[in-house]
């Protein structure tokens, strides 16, 4: 019986060291897994960075890819957030061709999708919309018959909803993982 493949989130915090996203990607590099959304910031300490990495896998490999991360040196806490309540989000801007009678289309669908537009052009507006996915994949669609000149997506950040901190999902995880310790790790 073969797993089903999936779209996994994990959060990883790293120290805020030079070298440490290169490990990181050089990881999923070996391991031959394609990063779907890599995003990299610091947190509320300025030693620590948050990783927000997307990737598809299936439950035995969205766990050895958790294992591996934990063996990185400068890797503090892996959380994989799949399936826990959480809030996920990306950002675009998009430059889309709106000469003057198209405009009032443009603003329209942007202001559908409470998308912002942050540059006026002559022939054309750039739009940035925040949200899920597939809001942006919906309003990129929509747009693309006007023609999309330029576009630039952040990549997805997440974060557990609630008021768990990282620090009470380290302990929980810590648990977790010692009652049910029943694959193997290698790769």
């Not at 915090?13 to 779907?36: C, M, Q």
């Not at 952040?154 to 993982?177: C, D, L, N, P």
Request: glycine share 4%.
């Amino acid at each position: 019986l073969k797993s089903k493949i999936m779209l996994n989130t994990f959060m990883v915090y790293v120290e805020n060291k030079p070298g440490v996203l290169t490990r990181v990607a050089s990881l999923f590099r070996r391991r031959a897994f394609n990063i779907d959304s890599l995003t990299v910031g610091r947190t509320e300490k300025p030693e620590v960075s948050r990783m927000t990495i997307t990737v598809d896998a299936d439950h035995d490999q969205a766990r050895r890819i958790e294992a591996n991360l934990y063996k990185l040196v400068n890797v503090l806490l892996v959380e994989n957030i799949t399936n826990q309540p959480a809030i996920v989000r990306d950002l675009a801007m998009i430059r889309v061709a709106a000469r003057h009678e198209e405009r009032s289309h443009v603003l329209e669908l942007a202001n559908v999708f409470r998308a912002r537009v942050v540059d006026v052009a002559p022939e054309s507006l750039t739009i940035e919309i925040t949200g899920a996915e597939d809001k942006i994949d919906g309003l990129l669609e929509l747009l693309r018959p006007y023609g999309i000149l330029e576009m630039v997506r952040t990549g997805i950040v997440a974060m557990r909803r609630g008021s768990k901190s990282a620090e009470v999902a380290v302990r929980e995880s810590a648990a977790v993982a010692a009652a049910s310790d029943d694959v193997s790790y290698s790769v």
